[in-house]
Protein backbone atom coordinates (compact mmCIF):
# COMPACT_ATOMS: atom_id res chain seq x y z
CA UNK A 1 0.00 0.00 0.00
CA UNK A 2 2.66 2.34 0.74
CA UNK A 3 4.24 2.72 -2.33
CA UNK A 4 0.51 3.71 -3.78
CA UNK A 5 0.09 6.17 -1.41
CA UNK A 6 3.66 7.69 -2.71
CA UNK A 7 2.33 7.26 -5.63
CA UNK A 8 -1.20 8.90 -5.31
CA UNK A 9 0.61 11.31 -3.60
CA UNK A 10 3.42 12.80 -5.73
CA UNK A 11 1.86 12.06 -8.99
CA UNK A 12 -1.66 13.08 -8.71
CA UNK A 13 -2.80 15.38 -5.50
CA UNK A 14 0.98 16.85 -5.11
CA UNK A 15 0.50 18.62 -9.26
CA UNK A 16 -3.31 18.95 -8.69
CA UNK A 17 -2.75 21.43 -5.89
CA UNK A 18 0.68 22.52 -7.58
CA UNK A 19 -1.68 23.41 -10.61
CA UNK A 20 -4.40 24.92 -8.59
CA UNK A 21 -1.33 27.62 -7.09
CA UNK A 22 0.64 27.92 -10.07
CA UNK A 23 -2.37 29.25 -12.32
CA UNK A 24 -2.15 32.58 -10.07
CA UNK A 25 1.47 33.47 -11.73
CA UNK A 26 2.72 33.91 -14.47
CA UNK A 27 5.59 32.09 -15.74
CA UNK A 28 7.67 30.16 -18.84
CA UNK A 29 9.86 27.49 -18.93
CA UNK A 30 12.44 29.57 -18.30
CA UNK A 31 11.65 32.60 -16.12
CA UNK A 32 10.65 32.77 -12.12
CA UNK A 33 6.80 32.75 -11.62
CA UNK A 34 5.63 36.04 -10.99
CA UNK A 35 2.38 36.29 -9.23
CA UNK A 36 -0.56 37.94 -11.02
CA UNK A 37 -3.63 37.22 -8.75
CA UNK A 38 -6.72 36.43 -11.06
CA UNK A 39 -5.68 37.69 -14.50
CA UNK A 40 -4.75 33.92 -16.44
CA UNK A 41 -8.56 33.64 -15.57
CA UNK A 42 -9.92 36.56 -16.49
CA UNK A 43 -7.75 36.53 -20.06
CA UNK A 44 -9.26 32.68 -20.37
CA UNK A 45 -13.06 34.08 -20.37
CA UNK A 46 -11.89 36.96 -22.45
CA UNK A 47 -9.54 34.61 -24.91
CA UNK A 48 -11.45 33.58 -28.11
CA UNK A 49 -8.94 30.88 -28.51
CA UNK A 50 -10.85 29.54 -25.69
CA UNK A 51 -14.52 30.14 -26.88
CA UNK A 52 -13.50 28.44 -30.10
CA UNK A 53 -11.73 25.24 -28.08
CA UNK A 54 -14.90 25.02 -25.64
CA UNK A 55 -17.06 25.03 -28.88
CA UNK A 56 -15.30 22.47 -30.12
CA UNK A 57 -14.98 20.17 -27.30
CA UNK A 58 -18.90 21.02 -27.01
CA UNK A 59 -19.43 20.05 -30.56
CA UNK A 60 -18.09 16.37 -29.43
CA UNK A 61 -19.70 15.78 -26.65
CA UNK A 62 -23.05 16.82 -28.07
CA UNK A 63 -22.57 14.75 -31.91
CA UNK A 64 -19.60 12.52 -30.95
CA UNK A 65 -20.15 10.58 -27.75
CA UNK A 66 -24.20 9.85 -28.79
CA UNK A 67 -23.40 8.95 -32.31
CA UNK A 68 -20.74 6.67 -30.73
CA UNK A 69 -23.89 5.33 -28.38
CA UNK A 70 -26.07 4.81 -30.72
CA UNK A 71 -23.77 3.03 -33.26
CA UNK A 72 -22.52 0.63 -30.50
CA UNK A 73 -26.13 -0.21 -29.42
CA UNK A 74 -27.14 -0.48 -32.93
CA UNK A 75 -24.45 -2.91 -33.90
CA UNK A 76 -24.50 -4.68 -30.79
CA UNK A 77 -28.36 -5.48 -31.22
CA UNK A 78 -27.45 -6.68 -34.60
CA UNK A 79 -24.88 -9.25 -33.72
CA UNK A 80 -27.05 -10.68 -30.85
CA UNK A 81 -30.31 -11.05 -33.57
CA UNK A 82 -27.23 -12.42 -35.89
CA UNK A 83 -27.34 -15.97 -33.64
CA UNK A 84 -25.03 -18.56 -34.32
CA UNK A 85 -22.85 -16.77 -37.38
CA UNK A 86 -22.47 -13.31 -35.00
CA UNK A 87 -18.52 -14.32 -34.11
CA UNK A 88 -16.94 -13.78 -37.66
CA UNK A 89 -18.92 -10.39 -37.98
CA UNK A 90 -18.15 -9.60 -33.66
CA UNK A 91 -14.53 -10.18 -34.97
CA UNK A 92 -14.38 -8.21 -37.61
CA UNK A 93 -16.33 -4.71 -35.97
CA UNK A 94 -14.07 -5.31 -33.25
CA UNK A 95 -10.97 -5.08 -35.43
CA UNK A 96 -10.63 -1.51 -35.98
CA UNK A 97 -10.76 -0.64 -31.72
CA UNK A 98 -7.36 -2.20 -31.66
CA UNK A 99 -5.96 0.22 -34.05
CA UNK A 100 -3.87 2.74 -32.53
CA UNK A 101 -4.87 6.17 -32.21
CA UNK A 102 -2.27 7.53 -34.35
CA UNK A 103 -2.30 5.01 -37.12
CA UNK A 104 -6.23 5.21 -37.03
CA UNK A 105 -5.76 8.86 -37.45
CA UNK A 106 -3.46 8.54 -40.33
CA UNK A 107 -5.61 5.72 -42.58
CA UNK A 108 -8.27 7.83 -42.24
CA UNK A 109 -6.70 10.90 -43.55
CA UNK A 110 -5.86 8.80 -46.34
CA UNK A 111 -9.33 7.46 -47.05
CA UNK A 112 -10.84 10.91 -46.67
CA UNK A 113 -8.73 12.91 -49.26
CA UNK A 114 -10.25 15.39 -50.86
CA UNK A 115 -8.24 15.39 -54.44
CA UNK A 116 -8.06 11.11 -54.88
CA UNK A 117 -9.23 9.39 -51.52
CA UNK A 118 -10.93 6.52 -51.77
CA UNK A 119 -13.91 8.01 -50.26
CA UNK A 120 -14.96 10.72 -52.52
CA UNK A 121 -13.55 8.58 -55.76
CA UNK A 122 -16.59 5.95 -53.72
CA UNK A 123 -18.90 8.62 -53.99
CA UNK A 124 -18.20 10.27 -57.52
CA UNK A 125 -19.33 6.90 -58.40
CA UNK A 126 -23.25 8.00 -57.47
CA UNK A 127 -22.43 11.59 -58.90
CA UNK A 128 -21.80 12.99 -55.18
CA UNK A 129 -18.88 15.97 -54.94
CA UNK A 130 -17.48 14.20 -51.51
CA UNK A 131 -16.48 17.24 -48.97
CA UNK A 132 -13.16 17.89 -48.08
CA UNK A 133 -13.25 16.06 -44.74
CA UNK A 134 -10.05 16.86 -42.85
CA UNK A 135 -9.25 20.23 -45.17
CA UNK A 136 -12.87 22.20 -44.55
CA UNK A 137 -13.35 23.67 -41.50
CA UNK A 138 -17.31 22.52 -41.62
CA UNK A 139 -16.72 19.02 -41.88
CA UNK A 140 -13.40 18.44 -39.69
CA UNK A 141 -15.23 17.33 -36.67
CA UNK A 142 -17.60 14.93 -38.54
CA UNK A 143 -14.39 13.31 -40.10
CA UNK A 144 -12.89 12.62 -36.31
CA UNK A 145 -16.37 11.25 -35.81
CA UNK A 146 -16.49 8.82 -38.36
CA UNK A 147 -12.86 7.89 -37.41
CA UNK A 148 -14.47 7.19 -33.60
CA UNK A 149 -17.38 5.35 -34.97
CA UNK A 150 -14.84 2.68 -37.05
CA UNK A 151 -13.32 2.62 -33.75
CA UNK A 152 -16.66 1.65 -31.84
CA UNK A 153 -15.80 -2.58 -31.04
CA UNK A 154 -15.25 -1.54 -26.98
CA UNK A 155 -18.41 0.26 -26.67
CA UNK A 156 -19.96 -2.48 -28.36
CA UNK A 157 -18.65 -4.95 -27.00
CA UNK A 158 -19.96 -3.80 -23.77
CA UNK A 159 -23.42 -3.46 -25.15
CA UNK A 160 -23.32 -6.66 -26.16
CA UNK A 161 -22.72 -8.05 -22.99
CA UNK A 162 -25.57 -6.37 -21.72
CA UNK A 163 -27.82 -7.30 -24.15
CA UNK A 164 -27.22 -10.78 -23.83
CA UNK A 165 -28.07 -10.69 -19.93
CA UNK A 166 -31.77 -9.45 -20.89
CA UNK A 167 -33.77 -12.81 -19.99
CA UNK A 168 -35.39 -14.34 -23.23
CA UNK A 169 -38.09 -15.52 -21.03
CA UNK A 170 -38.85 -11.43 -20.96
CA UNK A 171 -39.18 -10.88 -24.38
CA UNK A 172 -41.00 -14.49 -25.10
CA UNK A 173 -43.73 -13.62 -22.84
CA UNK A 174 -43.90 -10.18 -24.70
CA UNK A 175 -43.98 -11.25 -27.74
CA UNK A 176 -46.98 -14.07 -26.86
CA UNK A 177 -48.77 -11.07 -25.65
CA UNK A 178 -48.48 -9.47 -28.93
CA UNK A 179 -45.92 -6.84 -28.59
CA UNK A 180 -44.72 -6.53 -32.11
CA UNK A 181 -40.39 -6.03 -32.38
CA UNK A 182 -40.72 -2.10 -31.82
CA UNK A 183 -42.45 -2.75 -29.03
CA UNK A 184 -40.27 -5.29 -27.30
CA UNK A 185 -37.13 -3.05 -28.08
CA UNK A 186 -39.28 -0.25 -26.03
CA UNK A 187 -40.25 -2.22 -23.25
CA UNK A 188 -37.88 -4.51 -22.71
CA UNK A 189 -34.58 -4.19 -24.06
CA UNK A 190 -34.18 -0.56 -23.18
CA UNK A 191 -35.21 -1.08 -19.58
CA UNK A 192 -32.82 -3.32 -19.19
CA UNK A 193 -30.10 -1.29 -20.78
CA UNK A 194 -30.86 1.87 -19.28
CA UNK A 195 -27.88 1.71 -17.11
CA UNK A 196 -25.34 0.61 -20.06
CA UNK A 197 -26.51 3.77 -22.45
CA UNK A 198 -25.65 5.93 -19.31
CA UNK A 199 -22.53 4.43 -18.50
CA UNK A 200 -21.40 4.19 -22.02
CA UNK A 201 -22.47 8.25 -22.32
CA UNK A 202 -20.57 9.24 -19.15
CA UNK A 203 -17.68 7.82 -20.23
CA UNK A 204 -17.83 9.26 -23.84
CA UNK A 205 -18.14 12.80 -22.26
CA UNK A 206 -14.88 11.73 -19.75
CA UNK A 207 -13.16 10.45 -22.98
CA UNK A 208 -13.92 13.62 -24.89
CA UNK A 209 -12.62 15.85 -22.09
CA UNK A 210 -9.28 14.48 -22.92
CA UNK A 211 -9.78 14.00 -26.70
CA UNK A 212 -6.06 14.83 -28.07
CA UNK A 213 -4.19 12.19 -29.91
CA UNK A 214 -6.75 12.09 -33.19
CA UNK A 215 -7.26 15.65 -33.39
CA UNK A 216 -3.61 16.16 -32.62
CA UNK A 217 -2.37 13.42 -35.57
CA UNK A 218 -5.13 14.61 -37.94
CA UNK A 219 -4.62 18.14 -38.31
CA UNK A 220 -1.09 18.09 -38.51
CA UNK A 221 -1.21 15.52 -41.07
CA UNK A 222 -4.60 16.95 -43.20
CA UNK A 223 -2.34 20.36 -43.03
CA UNK A 224 0.47 18.60 -45.44
CA UNK A 225 2.55 21.28 -44.62
CA UNK A 226 6.25 20.54 -43.82
CA UNK A 227 7.92 21.55 -40.94
CA UNK A 228 11.52 20.86 -39.93
CA UNK A 229 12.58 19.81 -36.52
CA UNK A 230 11.52 19.25 -33.12
CA UNK A 231 8.38 20.82 -31.60
CA UNK A 232 7.59 22.75 -34.83
CA UNK A 233 5.28 19.76 -35.98
CA UNK A 234 2.74 20.88 -33.48
CA UNK A 235 2.43 24.15 -35.47
CA UNK A 236 -0.43 22.86 -37.41
CA UNK A 237 -2.41 21.29 -34.21
CA UNK A 238 -6.23 22.56 -34.99
CA UNK A 239 -6.16 22.82 -38.75
CA UNK A 240 -8.23 23.76 -40.44
CA UNK A 241 -8.75 27.29 -39.03
CA UNK A 242 -8.78 26.12 -35.52
CA UNK A 243 -11.55 23.63 -36.33
CA UNK A 244 -9.82 20.69 -34.14
CA UNK A 245 -8.51 22.31 -32.00
CA UNK A 246 -9.76 21.26 -28.71
CA UNK A 247 -9.98 22.31 -25.11
CA UNK A 248 -7.38 19.50 -23.60
CA UNK A 249 -5.35 20.43 -27.20
CA UNK A 250 -5.31 23.96 -26.29
CA UNK A 251 -4.03 23.59 -22.97
CA UNK A 252 -1.20 21.81 -23.95
CA UNK A 253 -0.76 24.50 -27.00
CA UNK A 254 -0.31 26.83 -23.96
CA UNK A 255 2.20 25.46 -21.96
CA UNK A 256 4.31 23.85 -24.49
CA UNK A 257 4.59 25.02 -27.66
CA UNK A 258 3.50 28.44 -26.65
CA UNK A 259 5.37 28.24 -23.30
CA UNK A 260 2.47 30.24 -20.94
CA UNK A 261 2.48 28.06 -18.28
CA UNK A 262 0.90 29.82 -15.50
CA UNK A 263 -2.20 30.41 -17.96
CA UNK A 264 -2.39 26.57 -19.55
CA UNK A 265 -2.09 25.95 -15.47
CA UNK A 266 -5.64 28.53 -15.15
CA UNK A 267 -6.82 26.33 -17.94
CA UNK A 268 -6.31 22.91 -16.34
CA UNK A 269 -8.28 24.48 -13.15
CA UNK A 270 -10.94 24.85 -15.23
CA UNK A 271 -11.23 21.56 -17.09
CA UNK A 272 -10.71 20.48 -13.63
CA UNK A 273 -13.99 21.75 -11.95
CA UNK A 274 -15.49 20.87 -15.37
CA UNK A 275 -14.69 16.93 -15.08
CA UNK A 276 -14.36 16.77 -11.56
CA UNK A 277 -18.60 17.33 -11.62
CA UNK A 278 -19.01 14.67 -14.09
CA UNK A 279 -17.32 12.37 -12.38
CA UNK A 280 -19.23 13.45 -9.33
CA UNK A 281 -22.70 12.20 -10.94
CA UNK A 282 -20.95 8.48 -11.91
CA UNK A 283 -19.85 8.34 -8.25
CA UNK A 284 -23.43 8.89 -7.16
CA UNK A 285 -24.65 6.63 -9.91
CA UNK A 286 -22.54 3.67 -9.72
CA UNK A 287 -23.51 1.90 -6.18
CA UNK A 288 -20.29 -0.57 -7.09
CA UNK A 289 -17.66 2.07 -7.22
CA UNK A 290 -18.45 2.44 -2.93
CA UNK A 291 -17.08 -0.80 -2.38
CA UNK A 292 -19.32 -3.78 -1.89
CA UNK A 293 -20.94 -4.43 -5.09
CA UNK B 1 -24.48 -13.48 -51.12
CA UNK B 2 -25.39 -17.02 -52.36
CA UNK B 3 -23.80 -18.46 -49.41
CA UNK B 4 -26.44 -16.47 -47.42
CA UNK B 5 -29.35 -17.23 -49.28
CA UNK B 6 -28.57 -20.76 -48.99
CA UNK B 7 -29.53 -21.67 -45.58
CA UNK B 8 -32.60 -19.26 -45.68
CA UNK B 9 -34.16 -21.20 -48.08
CA UNK B 10 -33.57 -24.57 -46.54
CA UNK B 11 -34.96 -22.61 -43.37
CA UNK B 12 -38.17 -21.95 -45.53
CA UNK B 13 -38.64 -25.02 -46.15
CA UNK B 14 -38.87 -26.55 -42.52
CA UNK B 15 -41.97 -24.78 -42.58
CA UNK B 16 -45.26 -26.29 -42.78
CA UNK B 17 -46.56 -26.38 -46.34
CA UNK B 18 -49.83 -26.55 -45.54
CA UNK B 19 -50.74 -22.68 -46.42
CA UNK B 20 -48.19 -19.51 -47.29
CA UNK B 21 -47.13 -18.98 -43.40
CA UNK B 22 -46.86 -15.50 -43.40
CA UNK B 23 -44.53 -14.92 -39.75
CA UNK B 24 -41.87 -17.66 -42.23
CA UNK B 25 -41.60 -15.54 -44.78
CA UNK B 26 -41.29 -12.50 -42.75
CA UNK B 27 -38.43 -14.16 -40.78
CA UNK B 28 -36.83 -15.49 -44.10
CA UNK B 29 -36.53 -11.76 -45.08
CA UNK B 30 -35.62 -9.84 -41.88
CA UNK B 31 -32.95 -12.96 -42.16
CA UNK B 32 -31.56 -11.48 -45.14
CA UNK B 33 -31.59 -8.48 -44.17
CA UNK B 34 -29.69 -8.52 -41.50
CA UNK B 35 -26.68 -10.27 -43.06
CA UNK B 36 -26.96 -7.62 -45.83
CA UNK B 37 -26.38 -4.98 -42.60
CA UNK B 38 -23.84 -7.10 -41.77
CA UNK B 39 -21.88 -7.70 -45.03
CA UNK B 40 -22.39 -3.48 -45.54
CA UNK B 41 -21.01 -2.84 -41.77
CA UNK B 42 -18.06 -5.42 -42.37
CA UNK B 43 -17.09 -3.78 -45.63
CA UNK B 44 -17.06 -0.43 -44.16
CA UNK B 45 -15.06 -1.65 -40.91
CA UNK B 46 -12.10 -3.58 -43.47
CA UNK B 47 -11.87 -0.76 -46.33
CA UNK B 48 -9.71 1.22 -44.44
CA UNK B 49 -7.49 -1.57 -43.57
CA UNK B 50 -7.77 -2.29 -47.48
CA UNK B 51 -6.86 0.73 -48.54
CA UNK B 52 -3.81 1.73 -46.58
CA UNK B 53 -2.30 -2.12 -47.31
CA UNK B 54 -2.74 -1.65 -51.32
CA UNK B 55 -1.05 1.50 -50.94
CA UNK B 56 1.97 0.77 -48.93
CA UNK B 57 2.84 -1.32 -51.81
CA UNK B 58 2.56 1.48 -54.66
CA UNK B 59 5.33 3.89 -56.15
CA UNK B 60 5.18 7.21 -55.12
CA UNK B 61 4.49 8.24 -57.66
CA UNK B 62 0.60 6.04 -58.17
CA UNK B 63 0.20 6.89 -54.31
CA UNK B 64 -1.22 10.40 -55.35
CA UNK B 65 -3.35 9.08 -57.74
CA UNK B 66 -7.10 7.69 -57.48
CA UNK B 67 -6.12 4.20 -59.02
CA UNK B 68 -6.64 1.90 -55.86
CA UNK B 69 -4.43 -1.30 -57.19
CA UNK B 70 -1.16 -1.71 -57.33
CA UNK B 71 0.40 -1.66 -60.89
CA UNK B 72 3.25 -3.04 -59.90
CA UNK B 73 4.13 -4.00 -56.60
CA UNK B 74 6.77 -2.74 -54.07
CA UNK B 75 7.50 -4.82 -51.19
CA UNK B 76 10.80 -2.61 -50.44
CA UNK B 77 8.43 0.36 -49.30
CA UNK B 78 8.90 -1.53 -45.92
CA UNK B 79 12.31 -1.10 -46.00
CA UNK B 80 12.55 1.95 -47.34
CA UNK B 81 10.55 3.45 -44.37
CA UNK B 82 13.59 2.30 -41.79
CA UNK B 83 16.18 4.43 -43.67
CA UNK B 84 13.90 7.18 -44.16
CA UNK B 85 13.19 7.64 -40.63
CA UNK B 86 15.42 5.43 -37.62
CA UNK B 87 11.90 3.69 -37.49
CA UNK B 88 14.26 0.77 -35.76
CA UNK B 89 15.60 3.45 -32.88
CA UNK B 90 11.39 4.71 -32.13
CA UNK B 91 10.51 0.35 -32.09
CA UNK B 92 13.57 -0.08 -29.67
CA UNK B 93 11.98 2.83 -27.00
CA UNK B 94 7.99 1.62 -28.08
CA UNK B 95 9.22 -1.38 -26.44
CA UNK B 96 11.20 -0.59 -23.90
CA UNK B 97 8.55 2.09 -22.61
CA UNK B 98 5.39 -0.78 -23.26
CA UNK B 99 7.60 -3.47 -21.51
CA UNK B 100 9.16 -1.84 -18.05
CA UNK B 101 5.83 0.57 -17.96
CA UNK B 102 3.68 -3.49 -18.12
CA UNK B 103 5.83 -5.23 -15.50
CA UNK B 104 6.17 -2.32 -13.44
CA UNK B 105 2.69 -1.64 -13.03
CA UNK B 106 1.43 -5.22 -12.30
CA UNK B 107 3.97 -5.40 -9.34
CA UNK B 108 2.76 -2.22 -7.90
CA UNK B 109 -0.37 -2.37 -8.93
CA UNK B 110 -1.70 -5.96 -7.54
CA UNK B 111 -1.22 -5.43 -3.75
CA UNK B 112 -2.98 -2.23 -4.15
CA UNK B 113 -5.98 -3.66 -5.76
CA UNK B 114 -5.66 -6.54 -3.52
CA UNK B 115 -5.90 -3.80 -0.05
CA UNK B 116 -8.67 -2.33 -1.85
CA UNK B 117 -10.72 -5.57 -2.69
CA UNK B 118 -10.19 -8.07 -0.01
CA UNK B 119 -8.93 -6.08 3.03
CA UNK B 120 -10.52 -3.81 5.68
CA UNK B 121 -8.97 -0.75 6.87
CA UNK B 122 -9.60 2.98 7.57
CA UNK B 123 -9.39 5.17 4.39
CA UNK B 124 -10.35 2.36 2.31
CA UNK B 125 -12.94 4.30 0.97
CA UNK B 126 -11.44 7.70 0.45
CA UNK B 127 -8.37 5.52 -1.25
CA UNK B 128 -10.60 4.09 -3.75
CA UNK B 129 -12.60 7.64 -4.82
CA UNK B 130 -8.90 9.08 -4.99
CA UNK B 131 -7.99 6.16 -7.57
CA UNK B 132 -11.12 6.87 -9.10
CA UNK B 133 -10.82 10.30 -9.71
CA UNK B 134 -7.02 9.58 -10.96
CA UNK B 135 -8.62 7.16 -13.68
CA UNK B 136 -11.08 9.50 -14.68
CA UNK B 137 -9.91 13.12 -14.91
CA UNK B 138 -8.14 14.24 -18.26
CA UNK B 139 -4.13 14.04 -17.71
CA UNK B 140 -3.90 17.38 -18.95
CA UNK B 141 -4.84 18.71 -16.08
CA UNK B 142 -1.66 17.78 -14.25
CA UNK B 143 0.67 18.07 -17.22
CA UNK B 144 2.08 21.66 -16.45
CA UNK B 145 3.46 20.42 -12.71
CA UNK B 146 4.06 17.09 -13.44
CA UNK B 147 6.35 18.79 -16.51
CA UNK B 148 8.20 20.87 -14.68
CA UNK B 149 8.76 18.40 -11.79
CA UNK B 150 10.66 16.19 -14.52
CA UNK B 151 12.62 19.07 -15.42
CA UNK B 152 13.67 19.54 -12.21
CA UNK B 153 15.20 16.13 -12.10
CA UNK B 154 16.76 16.73 -14.98
CA UNK B 155 14.40 13.98 -17.14
CA UNK B 156 12.62 16.18 -19.73
CA UNK B 157 13.70 14.47 -23.53
CA UNK B 158 13.70 10.69 -21.84
CA UNK B 159 11.29 8.07 -21.66
CA UNK B 160 11.89 8.09 -17.62
CA UNK B 161 8.84 10.43 -16.53
CA UNK B 162 6.20 8.16 -18.70
CA UNK B 163 7.82 4.76 -17.02
CA UNK B 164 9.01 5.78 -13.54
CA UNK B 165 5.29 6.36 -12.19
CA UNK B 166 4.33 2.92 -12.90
CA UNK B 167 6.67 1.83 -9.89
CA UNK B 168 3.58 3.11 -7.76
CA UNK B 169 0.78 1.75 -9.32
CA UNK B 170 -1.71 3.10 -12.35
CA UNK B 171 -4.88 3.90 -11.45
CA UNK B 172 -6.89 2.02 -14.46
CA UNK B 173 -5.09 -1.08 -13.45
CA UNK B 174 -5.95 -0.74 -10.05
CA UNK B 175 -9.63 -0.57 -10.71
CA UNK B 176 -9.17 -3.40 -13.12
CA UNK B 177 -7.87 -5.57 -10.88
CA UNK B 178 -9.79 -4.95 -7.93
CA UNK B 179 -13.36 -5.56 -9.60
CA UNK B 180 -11.86 -8.88 -11.00
CA UNK B 181 -10.78 -9.82 -7.31
CA UNK B 182 -13.97 -9.23 -5.97
CA UNK B 183 -15.28 -12.16 -7.73
CA UNK B 184 -13.03 -14.52 -5.87
CA UNK B 185 -15.19 -15.76 -2.99
CA UNK B 186 -13.56 -14.68 0.73
CA UNK B 187 -13.72 -18.86 1.61
CA UNK B 188 -10.36 -19.04 -0.11
CA UNK B 189 -8.84 -16.31 1.51
CA UNK B 190 -10.16 -17.32 4.84
CA UNK B 191 -8.88 -20.52 4.44
CA UNK B 192 -5.43 -19.86 3.72
CA UNK B 193 -5.58 -17.24 7.05
CA UNK B 194 -6.55 -20.28 8.97
CA UNK B 195 -3.59 -21.92 7.85
CA UNK B 196 -1.66 -19.47 8.46
CA UNK B 197 -1.09 -17.18 5.78
CA UNK B 198 0.02 -14.03 6.25
CA UNK B 199 -1.09 -11.03 3.76
CA UNK B 200 1.22 -11.54 1.32
CA UNK B 201 1.03 -15.38 1.36
CA UNK B 202 -2.82 -15.07 0.65
CA UNK B 203 -2.04 -12.62 -2.08
CA UNK B 204 1.01 -14.93 -3.63
CA UNK B 205 -0.14 -18.50 -2.92
CA UNK B 206 -4.30 -17.54 -3.03
CA UNK B 207 -5.22 -14.12 -5.20
CA UNK B 208 -2.66 -13.95 -7.90
CA UNK B 209 -3.54 -17.59 -9.14
CA UNK B 210 -6.84 -17.28 -8.80
CA UNK B 211 -6.60 -13.69 -10.53
CA UNK B 212 -4.68 -14.48 -13.27
CA UNK B 213 -7.03 -13.87 -15.95
CA UNK B 214 -7.37 -10.63 -14.75
CA UNK B 215 -4.35 -10.09 -14.37
CA UNK B 216 -3.67 -10.54 -17.87
CA UNK B 217 -6.05 -8.87 -18.94
CA UNK B 218 -4.92 -5.60 -17.19
CA UNK B 219 -1.44 -6.72 -18.65
CA UNK B 220 -2.32 -6.71 -21.73
CA UNK B 221 -4.25 -3.33 -21.64
CA UNK B 222 -1.24 -1.49 -20.29
CA UNK B 223 1.23 -2.94 -22.94
CA UNK B 224 -1.53 -1.46 -25.35
CA UNK B 225 -1.85 2.08 -23.52
CA UNK B 226 1.92 2.38 -23.40
CA UNK B 227 2.46 1.24 -27.39
CA UNK B 228 -0.22 3.55 -28.75
CA UNK B 229 0.45 6.19 -26.11
CA UNK B 230 0.78 9.83 -27.91
CA UNK B 231 0.22 12.34 -25.71
CA UNK B 232 2.99 11.00 -23.19
CA UNK B 233 5.94 10.73 -25.39
CA UNK B 234 4.66 14.08 -27.38
CA UNK B 235 5.16 15.98 -23.70
CA UNK B 236 8.41 14.35 -22.41
CA UNK B 237 10.31 13.48 -25.49
CA UNK B 238 9.52 15.69 -28.67
CA UNK B 239 12.21 18.24 -28.03
CA UNK B 240 14.94 14.48 -28.64
CA UNK B 241 13.82 12.62 -31.34
CA UNK B 242 16.72 9.74 -30.29
CA UNK B 243 13.98 8.88 -27.63
CA UNK B 244 10.91 9.11 -29.56
CA UNK B 245 8.64 6.32 -30.06
CA UNK B 246 7.16 4.77 -32.75
CA UNK B 247 3.62 6.77 -32.42
CA UNK B 248 5.41 10.09 -32.47
CA UNK B 249 7.59 9.14 -35.20
CA UNK B 250 5.00 8.17 -37.97
CA UNK B 251 2.42 10.78 -36.70
CA UNK B 252 5.76 12.96 -37.67
CA UNK B 253 6.71 11.12 -40.92
CA UNK B 254 4.62 12.83 -42.96
CA UNK B 255 5.09 16.78 -41.80
CA UNK B 256 8.56 16.31 -40.98
CA UNK B 257 9.93 14.52 -43.90
CA UNK B 258 7.57 15.27 -46.99
CA UNK B 259 7.09 11.74 -48.16
CA UNK B 260 4.01 10.43 -49.97
CA UNK B 261 1.27 7.99 -49.14
CA UNK B 262 2.94 5.13 -50.05
CA UNK B 263 5.24 5.56 -47.12
CA UNK B 264 3.19 6.59 -44.82
CA UNK B 265 0.83 3.76 -45.66
CA UNK B 266 3.81 0.83 -45.09
CA UNK B 267 4.52 2.79 -41.44
CA UNK B 268 0.69 2.86 -40.30
CA UNK B 269 0.66 -1.27 -41.43
CA UNK B 270 3.51 -1.79 -38.99
CA UNK B 271 2.06 0.39 -36.23
CA UNK B 272 -1.17 -2.09 -36.63
CA UNK B 273 -0.01 -5.56 -37.03
CA UNK B 274 1.64 -6.28 -33.99
CA UNK B 275 -1.68 -4.92 -32.49
CA UNK B 276 -3.59 -7.11 -34.43
CA UNK B 277 -1.65 -10.37 -34.11
CA UNK B 278 -1.82 -9.78 -30.30
CA UNK B 279 -5.20 -9.78 -30.49
CA UNK B 280 -5.45 -13.13 -32.29
CA UNK B 281 -3.54 -15.21 -29.41
CA UNK B 282 -5.04 -13.20 -26.52
CA UNK B 283 -8.43 -12.58 -27.53
CA UNK B 284 -10.16 -14.60 -24.60
CA UNK B 285 -8.25 -11.96 -22.15
CA UNK B 286 -9.17 -9.26 -23.93
CA UNK B 287 -13.05 -9.68 -24.33
CA UNK B 288 -12.84 -10.43 -20.52
CA UNK B 289 -11.23 -7.06 -19.80
CA UNK B 290 -13.21 -4.87 -21.92
CA UNK B 291 -16.64 -6.57 -20.71
CA UNK B 292 -15.12 -6.37 -17.02
CA UNK B 293 -14.75 -2.54 -17.58
CA UNK B 294 -17.93 -1.97 -18.60
CA UNK B 295 -20.22 -4.01 -16.65
CA UNK B 296 -19.11 -3.52 -13.54
CA UNK B 297 -19.83 0.07 -13.68
Known sequence: ??????????????????????????????????????QNYQVAFDDPQITRAVENTVWLVVVMVPAQVLFGLGTGMLLVAMRRSASVYRTLFYLPALVPPVAAALAFVYILKPGFGPVNAFLKLFGIEGPLWFNDPAWSKPSLTLLALWGIGNTMVIFLAALLDVPVTLH???????????????????PTLSPVIVFTTITGIIATLQYFTQAAVASSVASGQVTAGGNSATNNFGFPQGSTATYPLWIYMQGFPFGHLGYANALAVLLFIVSFAIIAIVLKRAKSFHGES | MTAVAAPAHSHRATAPAVAPNRRRRETTLVFIARHSIAIALSIMFLAPFVFILLTSFMTNDQSLTSNYWPKTWHPENYIEIFHKITLLRYLTNTVIYAGLATIFTILSSVPVAYALAKLRWRGRQATFLVVICMMLLPPQITTVPLYSAWQGFGLTGTLWPLIIPTLFGDAFSIFLLRQFMLTIPDEYLDAARVDGCGEWRTLLKVVWPMARPGIAATALFQFLYAWNDYYGPLLYTSENQSNWTLSLGIASFRTLHAVAWNLVTAATVLAIAPVIIVFFFAQKAFVQGVTLTGVKG
Open chain 1, 1 to 38: MAPAVVGISAFFVYPLFAAVRFSFYRFSVLSTPEWVGL
Open chain 1, 172 to 190: EAAALDGANAWQRFRHVTL
